[in-house]
Nanobody
Framework: QVQLVESGGGLVQAGGSLRLSCAAS????????VGWFRQAPGKEREFVAA????????NYAVSLKGRFTISRDNAKNTVYLQMNSLKPEDTAVYYC?????????????????WGQGTQVTVSS
């Protein structure tokens, strides 16, 4: 079993930055792709970014590329999401998820383990 815990969310003004962390326990995630997803109130879950097991390959939602950066530290069993130039429309609960089958796609249904989420609120 893998337990994922997100942290780093909070309230920030538009234009500000946050760094989210996704810490794994129970089992190493160093061999799994990890994705970040978000869900705003009344909206469907949305793919944000994904990173392969080594960190050598990343994938972003087109609308977010350039503002968000995903990275990982396998020694710490942790994946990060650096979010810059935040906008009110980035307000959502952000989730990380691990894909034990190694696909790392934008399809959240392919991820096996999910964290409980961390709230990000961007004020205008």
């Amino acid at each position: 079993q893998v337990q994922l815990v997100e942290s780093g969310g909070g309230l920030v003004q538009a234009g500000g930055s946050l760094r989210l962390s996704c810490a794994a326990s129970g089992r190493t995630i160093s061999s799994y792709p990890v994705g970040w997803f978000r869900q705003a109130p009344g909206k469907e879950r949305e793919f944000v970014a994904a990173i392969n097991w080594s960190g050598g390959r990343t994938n972003y939602a087109v609308s977010l590329k350039g503002r968000f950066t995903i990275s990982r530290d396998n020694a710490k069993n942790t994946v990060y999401l650096q979010m810059n130039s935040l906008k009110p429309e980035d307000t959502a609960v952000y989730y990380c998820a691990a894909d034990t089958l190694g696909r790392g796609s934008p399809n959240g249904d392919e991820y096996d383990y999910w964290g409980q989420g961390t709230q990000v609120t961007v004020s205008s």
